[in-house]
């Protein structure tokens, strides 16, 4: 529930980026300020609120740092995908839809990475709920 509702946090303050900058730059590039604007947001909500409870371990400042390294080669990859859907999708629907569509298609795979790698407890490879 916690990954859903900062997903969801994330995926507004990305669609109202993409909303403000559509009116200055073309909608491919507005989109990716967007995403990479709220991709901050997300990780910061990520550490702090949606894996909350995993342990940093001894050096909480290697852990931070490794994280975030991690998180943002997790999005990295995912961007494909989230801006190819887009790049298809909006040349049949509105900008604002298309961006959903894309941000939804990335989610899974976001959530699978970032709970199995990225936010996993300090000192060993799996997950805890």
């Known amino acids: 529930m916690r990954f859903l509702a900062t ?3 994330c ?8 909303a403000v900058l559509l009116p200055y730059a073309h909608a491919i590039g ?7 604007l709220s991709a901050q947001l997300n990780f910061a909500l990520s550490q702090t609120f949606t894996w909350r409870d995993r342990d940093t371990g001894a050096s909480p400042r290697g852990t931070l740092a490794r994280r975030w390294l991690t998180f943002h080669a997790t999005i990295a990859t995912t961007f494909v995908l989230n801006m190819t859907v ?6 049949v629907i509105p900008h604002l839809p298309a961006a959903a569509l894309g941000i939804l298609a990335a989610s899974a795979i976001n959530f699978l ?3 199995r790698w990225t936010f996993r407890a300090s000192g060993d490879g799996a997950s805890r709920e």
């Open 11 to 18: 995926a507004v303050v990305q669609l109202a980026l993409l």
């Open 113 to 115: 990475i970032n709970d």
């Open 30 to 36: 507005a989109n990716v300020i967007a995403f990479l």
């Open 86 to 91: 887009f790049a298809l999708a909006q040349l």
């Open 7 to 9: 997903g969801g946090v």
